[in-house]
């Protein structure tokens, strides 16, 4: 089980305030067009080519 206070900062310790709860996807995507973010979510990252891996090149050489 995880222990996370959502309403608690994780840098602060502050309180967190809901501000508003948005479930139409056309107000949050207005919303974030507005204050300039990005409305698509990030690309996911690739993936690290296993032969630059440093635990790959520690087995090969205790081998």
């Known amino acids: ?3 996370t206070d ?3 900062c994780d840098a602060c310790g502050g309180a967190i305030r ?4 948005l479930p139409e996807g056309d107000a949050s995507r207005d919303i974030l067009e507005h204050l300039g973010l990005p409305t698509e979510p990030p690309r996911p990252a690739r993936s690290a080519d296993p032969s630059r891996c440093a635990t790959t090149s520690a087995m090969h050489s205790i081998s």
């Open 18 to 21: 809901i501000l508003a709860i």
């Open 6 to 8: 959502v309403l608690v």
């Open 1 to 3: 089980m995880f222990a």
